[in-house]
């Protein structure tokens, strides 16, 4: 029940475009969404974040997606530099001290 | 400002061997603390959480205890590390529960041999 899901594994995409991630879950009483970057070897760092009364989030290049009906949402990264080439994880939380997360998606942004 | 610090940067334990991984807040009363664990290239699991001095919750046991000796300290530790305890251990605090943003340590890159 407690699942969240990400796709893909991995993202290639060259400088400039539009990456997207996806991420979905199961339980209807999550109600707070996080993205997390995480760079090698360092602990991740929230990126942006989204509570399940809104249906997107923006913050610069940045962009979430939401979709409570479905379960869905998806983080937009617009003009794609090299230097957000990291893993990305997207989290979920209800109304206890627990995240819980994605299995990640690493993506790779080639100049 | 804020500050996390986790201790020892890195550890090479025997199998068997006692372990014993520490995380110090500053510039922050009464957070709630995180411990996570992380393999290598995988995603993040929640261990433990505490709220308050003396008390920490289990999330996941993994044959490790956790304390929390004081406001600002947050110890993780087991009497015998398994092969499967390696990994990347990361503590984190956050001021309020739920929809509140976790602030991560630089983590500490445990190898179990």
């Known amino acids: 029940q407690q699942q969240v899901r990400q796709s893909p594994q991995s993202l290639t995409v060259w400088e400039g475009e539009t990456a997207i991630l996806n991420c979905s879950y199961e339980?209807?009483?999550?109600?707070?969404f996080p993205w997390y970057q995480q760079f090698p070897g360092e602990g991740p760092a929230l990126l942006i974040s989204?509570?399940?009364v809104s249906d997107k989030k923006e913050d610069g290049r940045f962009t979430i997606f939401f979709n409570k009906r479905e379960k869905k949402l998806s983080l937009h990264i617009t003009d794609s530099q090299p230097g957000d080439s990291a893993t990305y994880f997207c989290?979920?939380?209800?109304?206890?001290?627990?995240?819980?997360w994605g299995s990640g998606t690493k993506l790779i942004i080639k100049p | 400002a804020q500050t996390i610090h986790q201790w020892p940067v890195a550890e090479i334990k025997a199998v068997g061997s006692p372990l014993s991984l520490g995380c110090t807040i500053k510039?922050?009363?009464?957070?709630?603390l995180y411990w996570y664990w992380q393999a290598t290239g995988g995603t993040l699991q929640q261990l433990f959480y505490?709220?308050?001095?003396?008390?920490v919750e289990s999330v996941v046991q993994l044959n490790l205890s956790a304390s929390r000796p004081k406001d600002d300290q947050f110890i993780l530790s087991t009497e015998k590390l398994l092969l499967s305890h390696s990994g990347f251990y990361l503590c984190?605090?956050?001021?309020?529960?739920?929809?509140?943003?976790?602030?991560f340590g630089k983590g500490t890159r445990l190898t179990v041999v």
């Open positions: 984190a605090w956050s001021l309020e529960q739920g929809d509140t943003e976790v602030f």
């Open positions: 339980d209807s009483t999550f109600n707070y």
């Open positions: 505490s709220i308050t001095v003396g008390q």
């Open positions: 510039g922050k009363s009464s957070p709630n």
């Open positions: 989290a979920a939380s209800g109304s206890n001290y627990q995240l819980i």
């Open positions: 989204i509570r399940s």
